[in-house]
């Protein structure tokens, strides 16, 4: 369960402050795929950095579970970003001299997995995500972008964390693609138990996750619930 | 894979960069290492000449040398006042006397004075006349050679001029002492048959041998030693001194101790130190041993400069990895760890070819360091610079070990050069590690 109270972030720009998120409350229950839409510079990413920890708040709360991580100190904010979320980023970020193997098995080394244990998970996680153990050998520059994306979804399910945050996760992929990185997404909602929040401007993204809203200038302006069949993932 | 191989495998992320970073460490830990080689190869040589000359300085009254020369005598107060100067670690007094076979001895010369005695002689030099009847006159007539009476405050090879002094039988006299007992050499107790225990005259009084020394060397067999305040009874010479020999604490030393000396005694001493003329010696060496040590240090700033420069450059490059692995986990010590490794990859790799390069180019590079520091020395001596006699042999040799200066070539080198990476590595990582530090984990975001 993710929840959130209040949150707002306020920026100092030269031409003065800046209220990129203002006043946000929301819900997103255990295992439900959320989208976040909003226009360019209606404060998405900035929301999505404050949920992984990546940027801390102005005021508000933020609670994973039983919680609320605007209260952690530095190391408990990387044991958070460590074990309880994951991230999918729209330019995967990689890192480009690590296989794509290594790339899964990166998080796992931050939070003391075994050696072999990491490997095995790593390599059950990328079948899962449809690479096959020819492509997992692959550096990310030989592997194409649906490719690269499964890969960094796999990196996100490392540690098996309760909350998948993807910032416009289909953005640098074709429409067919994105399509099925989408059901992929939303096949690991189910399956895996994870709450997964993706920012995307992709309208059609959208109607295919269980909750949608909408920001615009910093504040929720909207929340629509979905309610259709779940279907099952496609490889890319 | 851990932490530290990750930044291994990062060195070579970009292999024209990592061989061109490669190149430039190792010139700048070659240079290193060559100018630590010359340093330590020219500090040995400094320490070697300097212990050559020792850390004693002779002090004889002005314008007196042995038997020659005239002035006025020192005194035992003017040693005393010595003693306690700065940097004084010993003093030790003699007062030489000549005995004249026959008139002031019952002791026979064990030299003959041969064609150099005669020569002296006609010189004007120190020899005695002959015994009556046995002259002959000019260069050619004969006499005997006075035998020398080393009065000394301390029996020690120096008293009679040797290197060595070993006693063939009897003991050394005990030379803080007032008695009528001597030490004589193996020559002069043969030409005398004398045994430990026999007694010889000096002047009026009868001295009991204590002691035969051989000191390794004719003349100095041919001597008497004894303490210091019987000659000077003896001879008629009471609380005066020949010659003194002064120890410096240390022989860094000698110098400062000189000065204070010749501060103390004024005119009325001549005070030599072989480390004054050894100095002049030395001064190419010491010019080699600064070029070693500036260069040596240059070298070292230019490794951590590149090295800086590089790492600097490599995070500013990677900030959105660095947000990353912040992001999904990553501590900043692990950060940090990651890209130290990689400097000290592409460093110890620097080091390697570095090293290679420096041992191959130590000898040509030091025979280059001495051949501009001697043409440097002989420009600037001069035709009017410089000593003669004991500082040329001096300056003598010191041009000539100057000119056999060879890099001595050690595991310890080995070892420098690699700490010398390690430093450079470190030293040039510590900033781009601060900024690793700040990166905020939120610069993943970026351009999102």
Redesign the interface.
């Given at each position: 369960m993710l929840i959130v109270e209040n949150l707002s972030k306020e920026f100092n720009s030269g031409a003065g402050p800046v209220q990129a998120v203002d006043s946000i409350s929301f819900e997103v229950p255990e295992g439900k795929f959320a989208a976040i839409i909003g226009k360019s510079g209606s404060g998405k990413?900035t929301l999505?950095?404050l949920l992984?920890?990546?940027?801390k708040p102005t005021s508000g709360a933020i609670k994973v579970g039983d919680q609320d991580i605007t209260k952690l100190g530095d190391?408990d904010l990387?044991?958070y970003?460590?074990?309880r979320i994951?991230?999918v980023?729209?330019?995967y970020?990689l890192?480009?001299?690590?296989t794509a193997l290594?790339n899964v098995?990166?998080?796992m080394?931050?939070?003391g997995v075994r050696g072999a244990e990491r490997k095995a998970r790593a390599a059950s996680l990328l079948d899962q995500v449809g690479i096959t153990v020819e492509e997992q050998s692959r550096k990310p520059s030989r592997l194409s972008g649906g490719q690269q994306q499964r890969v960094a979804i796999a990196?996100a399910l490392a540690?098996r964390p309760q909350l998948i945050l993807a910032?416009?996760p289909t953005?640098n992929l074709d429409s067919t693609t994105g399509k099925l990185i989408v059901d992929l997404l939303r096949h690991l909602a189910r399956t895996e138990k994870t709450t997964i929040l993706a920012v995307t401007h992709d309208l059609e993204i959208a109607r295919q996750t269980d909750l949608t809203f909408r920001l615009a200038d910093g504040k929720l302006v909207g929340e629509e619930r979905h309610a259709r069949a779940q279907r099952p993932a496609v490889a890319a | 894979?851990?932490?530290i191989v990750?930044g291994v495998?990062?060195a070579?992320?970009n292999t024209i960069r990592t061989g061109g970073v490669t190149v430039i460490l190792a010139l700048s830990i070659g240079l290193a290492l060559v100018m630590l080689l010359s340093l330590k190869t020219v500090q040995a040589r400094i320490q070697t000449v300097k212990q050559s000359i020792g850390n004693t300085i002779s002090v004889s009254p002005a314008g007196a040398r042995g038997f020659d020369g005239g002035g006025e005598p020192l005194t035992q107060t003017d040693l005393d006042a010595v003693k306690s100067l700065p940097h004084v670690s010993g003093v030790v007094a003699s007062l030489n006397d000549r005995l004249t076979p026959i008139t002031d001895t019952s002791l026979a010369s064990a030299i003959d004075p041969g064609t150099l005695g005669n020569r002296f002689r006609s010189r004007g030099g120190d020899a005695a006349p002959a015994p009556a009847g046995n002259s002959s006159g000019g260069a050619t007539r004969t006499f005997t050679i006075p035998i020398m009476v080393s009065g000394v405050g301390q029996v020690t090879a120096a008293a009679v001029n040797a290197t060595s002094l070993k006693f063939t039988s009897g003991s050394a006299v005990d030379a803080s002492g007032k008695a009528n007992v001597a030490d004589i050499g193996t020559e002069l107790a043969t030409k005398n048959n004398l045994k430990v225990g026999s007694t010889f005259t000096y002047g009026t009084t009868t001295v009991t041998v204590s002691g035969i020394f051989d000191a390794g060397n004719k003349f100095a067999n041919a001597g008497v030693i004894m303490p210091i305040a019987t000659v000077q009874t003896l001879s008629a010479q009471p609380g005066q001194i020949s010659t003194a020999t002064i120890t410096a604490d240390d022989i860094t030393n000698v110098p400062a101790a000189v000065t204070a000396i010749k501060a103390k005694l004024g005119t009325k001493a001549d005070v030599v130190s072989q480390q004054d003329t050894a100095t002049n010696a030395i001064a190419p060496l010491e010019n080699i041993k600064t070029v070693s040590l500036y260069s040596l240090i240059g070298a070292l700033t230019a490794g951590a400069v590149i090295t800086f420069l590089t790492m600097l450059m490599i995070v500013r490059e990677r900030r959105?990895?660095i947000?990353?692995?912040?992001?999904?986990?990553?501590?900043n010590v692990?950060i940090v760890v990651q890209f130290v490794a990689e400097a000290v990859t592409l460093t110890s790799m620097g080091a390697v070819v570095g090293v290679i390069g420096g041992l191959l180019l130590s000898n040509p590079v030091l025979k280059l360091l001495v051949t501009t520091s001697t043409s440097t020395s002989t420009t600037g001596a001069g035709p009017g610079g410089g000593g003669r006699g004991f500082a040329r042999i001096i300056g003598g040799f010191g041009g000539q070990s100057l000119q056999n200066l060879q890099a001595v070539i050690g595991y310890d080198i080995l070892l420098y050069g690699l700490l010398a990476a390690l430093i450079i590595a470190v030293v040039g990582s510590a900033l781009p590690a601060w900024l690793i530090a700040k990166v905020?984990?939120?610069e993943?975001?970026r351009?999102?």
């Amino acid at each position: 369960m993710l929840i959130v109270e209040n949150l707002s972030k306020e920026f100092n720009s030269g031409a003065g402050p800046v209220q990129a998120v203002d006043s946000i409350s929301f819900e997103v229950p255990e295992g439900k795929f959320a989208a976040i839409i909003g226009k360019s510079g209606s404060g998405k990413s900035t929301l999505l950095a404050l949920l992984g920890a990546l940027d801390k708040p102005t005021s508000g709360a933020i609670k994973v579970g039983d919680q609320d991580i605007t209260k952690l100190g530095d190391q408990d904010l990387i044991k958070y970003r460590r074990n309880r979320i994951g991230f999918v980023f729209q330019g995967y970020n990689l890192v480009p001299n690590l296989t794509a193997l290594e790339n899964v098995m990166l998080p796992m080394e931050f939070a003391g997995v075994r050696g072999a244990e990491r490997k095995a998970r790593a390599a059950s996680l990328l079948d899962q995500v449809g690479i096959t153990v020819e492509e997992q050998s692959r550096k990310p520059s030989r592997l194409s972008g649906g490719q690269q994306q499964r890969v960094a979804i796999a990196r996100a399910l490392a540690n098996r964390p309760q909350l998948i945050l993807a910032d416009e996760p289909t953005g640098n992929l074709d429409s067919t693609t994105g399509k099925l990185i989408v059901d992929l997404l939303r096949h690991l909602a189910r399956t895996e138990k994870t709450t997964i929040l993706a920012v995307t401007h992709d309208l059609e993204i959208a109607r295919q996750t269980d909750l949608t809203f909408r920001l615009a200038d910093g504040k929720l302006v909207g929340e629509e619930r979905h309610a259709r069949a779940q279907r099952p993932a496609v490889a890319a | 894979m851990s932490t530290i191989v990750r930044g291994v495998r990062n060195a070579f992320r970009n292999t024209i960069r990592t061989g061109g970073v490669t190149v430039i460490l190792a010139l700048s830990i070659g240079l290193a290492l060559v100018m630590l080689l010359s340093l330590k190869t020219v500090q040995a040589r400094i320490q070697t000449v300097k212990q050559s000359i020792g850390n004693t300085i002779s002090v004889s009254p002005a314008g007196a040398r042995g038997f020659d020369g005239g002035g006025e005598p020192l005194t035992q107060t003017d040693l005393d006042a010595v003693k306690s100067l700065p940097h004084v670690s010993g003093v030790v007094a003699s007062l030489n006397d000549r005995l004249t076979p026959i008139t002031d001895t019952s002791l026979a010369s064990a030299i003959d004075p041969g064609t150099l005695g005669n020569r002296f002689r006609s010189r004007g030099g120190d020899a005695a006349p002959a015994p009556a009847g046995n002259s002959s006159g000019g260069a050619t007539r004969t006499f005997t050679i006075p035998i020398m009476v080393s009065g000394v405050g301390q029996v020690t090879a120096a008293a009679v001029n040797a290197t060595s002094l070993k006693f063939t039988s009897g003991s050394a006299v005990d030379a803080s002492g007032k008695a009528n007992v001597a030490d004589i050499g193996t020559e002069l107790a043969t030409k005398n048959n004398l045994k430990v225990g026999s007694t010889f005259t000096y002047g009026t009084t009868t001295v009991t041998v204590s002691g035969i020394f051989d000191a390794g060397n004719k003349f100095a067999n041919a001597g008497v030693i004894m303490p210091i305040a019987t000659v000077q009874t003896l001879s008629a010479q009471p609380g005066q001194i020949s010659t003194a020999t002064i120890t410096a604490d240390d022989i860094t030393n000698v110098p400062a101790a000189v000065t204070a000396i010749k501060a103390k005694l004024g005119t009325k001493a001549d005070v030599v130190s072989q480390q004054d003329t050894a100095t002049n010696a030395i001064a190419p060496l010491e010019n080699i041993k600064t070029v070693s040590l500036y260069s040596l240090i240059g070298a070292l700033t230019a490794g951590a400069v590149i090295t800086f420069l590089t790492m600097l450059m490599i995070v500013r490059e990677r900030r959105r990895e660095i947000g990353v692995l912040k992001a999904i986990g990553a501590s900043n010590v692990k950060i940090v760890v990651q890209f130290v490794a990689e400097a000290v990859t592409l460093t110890s790799m620097g080091a390697v070819v570095g090293v290679i390069g420096g041992l191959l180019l130590s000898n040509p590079v030091l025979k280059l360091l001495v051949t501009t520091s001697t043409s440097t020395s002989t420009t600037g001596a001069g035709p009017g610079g410089g000593g003669r006699g004991f500082a040329r042999i001096i300056g003598g040799f010191g041009g000539q070990s100057l000119q056999n200066l060879q890099a001595v070539i050690g595991y310890d080198i080995l070892l420098y050069g690699l700490l010398a990476a390690l430093i450079i590595a470190v030293v040039g990582s510590a900033l781009p590690a601060w900024l690793i530090a700040k990166v905020r984990p939120a610069e993943v975001m970026r351009g999102e």
